[in-house]
């Protein structure tokens, strides 16, 4: 497996097909994604895209972050530890800027995946209609070495 950097039109097929099945196409472009301080990632097994993330510039409590959304693995390769590894990627990818805040929406039943990766919950459970229940979480990055 490898992961870098992609285009935004890279990850809409793969958001689609897990995060947004049964609804339309479009459901899977989100704001932001043609913003040219996005970052897109994705995780490739024989040049085929298996998993895939997005990060938004944002703000958390006034300060610049980046928001996580969009992340997503071929339902039959989860639990294999490529959403861990994108995570692992994109965080040694931000490491040397700027921006030390991550958040994202994450959904309720992810909130652990993202809990073992160092992120905290920092809200009651909401509903996002048409994804379901979910929480706010974040992570503040260390400073590089």
């Not at 989100?30 to 913003?35: H, S, T």
Request: glycine share 8%; charged share 20%.
């Amino acid at each position: 497996m490898t992961i870098r950097r992609i285009i935004g039109a890279d990850v809409i097929d793969l958001r689609h097909a897990v995060l947004r099945e049964g609804l339309p196409r479009e459901t899977a472009i989100f704001p932001g994604d043609d913003d040219p301080n996005a970052r897109h990632y994705g995780a490739f097994d024989n040049g085929l895209l298996i998993g895939c993330v997005t990060l938004h510039p944002s703000k958390w409590q006034a300060l610049p972050a980046f928001q996580l959304r969009g992340m997503a693995v071929v339902p039959d390769l989860r639990s294999r530890g490529i959403g861990q590894a994108m995570i692992e990627f994109l965080e040694r990818d931000l490491r040397h800027g700027p921006i030390r805040q991550l958040w994202c929406n994450a959904r309720v039943p992810a909130a652990n995946f993202y809990r073992r990766l160092g992120w905290q919950i920092v809200s009651e459970m909401f509903e996002i209609p048409t994804a379901g229940p979910h929480v706010k979480m974040t992570r503040t990055l260390p400073h590089a070495l």
